[in-house]
Structure formats: structure tokens, C-alpha cells
């Protein structure tokens, strides 16, 4: 059975594909302004690496903010179930998920079938997602993919404390007028999203093992702040990103 | 009116709640009654909504309530240029959106029935927040009226005799309040008959609501958010104890005769904190989709939570207790008691909490009144961040995602 799961985010659409069990590929695209063309692209896309014809997919679902503006998926399903899914498939032993997408971030508490136990979102807000890290990017005029490895050489981590993105961008906006080091405004970046998350984390238990998923944990900064506010370690997979996708595939399984 | 051309669903006529027709038409002539004074020479007061009502009846004032008219602010979707208003005369966006609308409509006379007529005195009982004084005196300088203060200790972990011995002597001082204000005496048998007839009507608001024990639920929370507005605005009257009679014998038919609020009704969820105004339809609707029913809620059963500590042979002093221990002037631990007993008598399946930004002691402990929920009774709950009038702090895409969530949560 071939099944795709399709991810409409905020900030970025992605597509996976199973059979029979096993990932068979994925594929991560901007999702624009319009969701709509977004969930066909992508999927059209991932068929075209694949090499796979549309009538050969018997089930679709989508997922993400998007969800419901994929007219031709068969279901919608959260992220939230859909990141358990999907990180239990990639691996059973986890029991924490930490999301960091573009608008939100959540924590999942999972148990051992995969199935959510409980999870808790980010305030209606964008500091600590995605969002607020492309604001700091394009106020350090830093390449985002640069973010993660850049911090990892500051001495000194600079205090964020503005709660609110503008603010923090304006805090940051002072720090570099005061000649403080990227690398360590960088690293306070990071580690005010950190503190935000995992506060957000310990109401619903970070139990270990610690997976994170969505596009930031492709930042390595993020990941060690997180890591260090937690005193757990966080695993991270080469699926991250496409992690919803692979759960809402999985669903549409059955 | 019914349009022609759409054809009228029999199942969904079937649903809807036939009393609120004459719930409507009993408000109606309430606000005009209280904006026509200037013909009849009745005095208006202006109350907070847990605030002694009873000795204003007694007094023939007509009770007003700027809470009841925020939540029609809300429900008219003006909230956000009200509370814009008010943000313009200078005050903070962390304000109480209640208290927002109330003081920027005043200036103004906005908001649907065009503004609340002009008070003659204020009443305040700072049995449901702090910023009701705050409040009340702004409101009492703008009016150049006087203002009564009826101040009920919280109540952390027990009630006390000092605490009682505290507000009993204030309600002396609001009877000379009133009597210098209306210009008469105070009659107290026409108080112990009022006082019979308020705890009459919460006692049938008490079994209106016990209603939705029922599976299925002949109403639900948001009906209860409808039907509320007359326990908090004319209590103590017999216009309450005759709607809700009516009301009472509606729903034990509907009970009777198999009429679900929720066709289909699977879930069963408890809902804790003020409506969210603005989104009632949007939010019942969201609910009713996943076959999900709030069966009850921690907000209007306020209005009838404090019966055991009233006596109908002692009204006047029992409103001492009774109006200190409502549900948001008590300590987390009893709130928390009082949501599990909830969860238990109403069979429900989760909690869903609404963390208003407008309404802070509300909305303090909620965490961990979750927290103690999910410990001793095991049921998943949602937080929902928004908003009781003030639409600027409501994202529809989050709490879509959140409610879609928990709803996955529980039919896995």
C-alpha cells in the first residue's frame, strides 16, 4: 500500500511516501502564500523524484496548518498526532517529542504504541519558532543555515530577555550597536528559545528519549540550548523536518 | 425570519431551545425598563455580576450590570473597537476587557443597545477581582455618583469568623448606603421575601443545568452562557424563578423525549472560565463536529454555587458567607475540588480551560488546577488562550489545531 503524508506549514510545505511500511522518499518546499497550490506542488513534486504515478497512491493525508486546504487528501490530522507517528516509527524507544516549527512550537508526550498522551503549544506568539529565528537572521544578516554552527563558537552567550519578537529583535539590534560578538548574540538566541520551550516542555514531562522534530532542529545551536536548559540529550534525525509527514503517511496506512 | 427560498432542517429545529425566544423578550423590556427611569423615577445602580443584588431589588433600583453588558458587547463582535477606544483614553491593553468596553462605551454610548443608562449609584463587590475597584471609582467620577464597596476577603483555605464577622458588618453599611441614597427605609420583610425568591431561582438554575447530567445532554455550556443572563441580572426577582420553571420543564422533555444538543453525542467535556464572546457559534460548532458536548462549566454555575451557605430564615446575614466563598474567591485547591466533583457528577471526558487574558484571577492556578485534575481523575484537558470580549487575543488557526488535537487524543 502506497501512502503520502503531506505537511502544509506555516513556512514550509513537506511530503513523504511509504510502502508497505518503509519511507520511500520526501521532499520539503516554501509554502508561499497560497497553502492550497502548496499541498498540490509538493505532492506532485515528490511523485516526480519517485518516479510514481498519482493513481499508484491509495491514501493521502495532510497535515500542519494547512490541513484542510488539501482538498484532495483523504483525512486531515494534526501535527501533533502526526509528529508521535512519526517519531515513534522512527524510532519506538521515544517517549518526548520537542516540535519547533515556523509558528509554533509544541511538546508531545508519547507512549510506548505512539499514541499522544498529552502535549502543550507556544502562547499565541512567535518568540521561540521559526518566525522569531528568521527575524534574528535578517537582523544579524546571517544566513539561517549558518545559525546553528555559528553559535556554537561563542564564549559568552548574550541575555534575550524580551519575551515578545520585536522586542528581542530590537534587544539584538542594540547588542550588535554595542559591538557584541555574533557568535555570542547567536548563542542568546538560541538559549531564550530554549528556556521558552522547555518551561512549555515540563508541563507535559520531558521524558527521555528526547526526539526533535520540525525544520529547527536542523539547527544545531538550538538543539544544544535546549539540550543544556533540559539536562537531557535530544535526539535529532535525518527526518526532522519531513517528521509530520512521515506520521500523517503512516496514517494514512491505517 | 424564515427564508423561503432555504428550506427549514427538521432535525435542527428539532435541537434548538424554544424558551430563548422569551428569554429575549424578557432582557429586552429589562434594558428598557432600566433606560426608561427618567419617566418611571426609578433609580438605576450599577452592580459587578457577583455583587449583593438582593437589597437593590428590595429597593426597587434596577440592578445594571456592566459585566453582562460586556458580554453582549462581546457576543456583537464590538468588543475590539471598544476596547481600541478606551486604549485611546489611555488605558493599558492588559486591562480587563470588560472593564475596557464598559468605561470607553460610557463616553460614547456604543455598543449594541447604544450604551447602559446613566447609573444614580454604584455598587462593587470585589468578590470576582480586584480591578472592579479600579473600575467602579473611574466610573464613579466620570458619573459624579456615589460608589458602595462591599469587600470580601478571599478565602485561601477556609472561611473564617472574622472574615464573616467583616463583611457582615458592610452589609449594615450598604443598607444605610442604600437608604441615604434612595431617600427611604429599608424594609427587610421585603428582603427575606426578595432572598426567598433569588435562592428559589438558583435553585432552578441549579437543576436547569443539572440537566445535562443526561447522556445525551438536552443543553450544553454555551446554551448555559445564553441562559445565564437573567440568574445574574434579575435575581431575586419572580420573572427568574417563572423563566426557569419554563425552561426546567423544556429541557426534562427534551430529556424525555430524546433531544440531544450534540446529535450523536460522544464526548462529554467540561469547560472552565468566562465564554469566549465573540466565538460562541464558532467554538460550539468546532465542538459539536467531533460529536464533542461541553456539558457544564465552572462559570455559570457560580450563580447557584453558594446556596449551602444561604438561609432563607437569614438572608441578610447568610449573604455574608454566600457572597465570599464564590468559585473565583477561593483558593486553588477547593477550585480544584470543585472542578473534580463537577467532572464526576457530569460524566465528563476532558477539561477544557480557557486562559483569558482579560479575566487574571480566573485564570491564575489554571495550570494547576489541570495538573491536580489529570493526577486524580486521569482525563486529558486543553488549555485555549484567548479571550472573553477582546478578539485581538484570539488566533483561530492555533486553537483549530489545539482543539482538533486534544479531540485526536481522546478517540485514541
Known sequence: MITVGIDVGSISAKAALINAGELIGSRVMLTGYNARNAGENIFTGLLDDLGIHRDAVDRIVATGYGRNSVAFAHKAVTEITCHAVGAHFQDP??????????????????????????FAMNDKCAAGTGRFLEVMARALEVDLDAFGKMSLKADRPAAISSLCTVFAESEVIS????????????????????????????RVGITEPVMMAGGVANNIGVVKALEKRSGKTILVSAYAQVNGAIGAALIAAG | MNNPDKPIDPEREKRKIKSVKRMKDIMTHYYIDAKTTDQTGKKVAWITSGGPVEPLIAMDVIPVYPENHGAMIGAAKMGVDLCEKAEEMGYSSDLCSYARADIACATVNGGPIGGLPRPDMLVCCNNICGTVLKWYEVQARYFKVPLFILDTPFNHTEYTKEAYAYVRAQLNEYIAFLETHCRKQFDFDRLAEVGRLSMAGQRLWQQVLDTAVHRPAPMSAFDAFFHLALIVTLRGTRTVVDYYTELLDEMKTRVATGIAVVPGEKYRLLWDNLPVWFRTRWLSDKFAAHAACLVADTYTSSWCGTLKYLDENDFFGSMAEGYSRVYINIGTDQMAGMVMDMVDKYSADGLVIHSNRSCKPYSLGQYDIQRIVQEKRGIPSLVIEADMTDARNFSESQIDTRIDAFMEVLKS
Do not use: F, P, W, Y
Open chain 1, 175 to 202: 547588542l550588535i550597536a554595542r559591538g557584541e560578538r555574533r557568535a555570542n548574540i547567536i548563542a542568546g538566541i538560541h538559549e531564550s528559545i530554549g528556556s521558552r520551550v522547555v518551561a512549555m516542555a515540563n
Open chain 1, 93 to 118: 524507544a521515544v517517549r518526548c517529542v520537542i516540535d519547533i516549527g515556523g509558528q509554533d512550537s509544541k511538546a508531545i508526550a508519547l507512549d510506548s504504541t505512539g499514541r499522544v498522551k498529552d
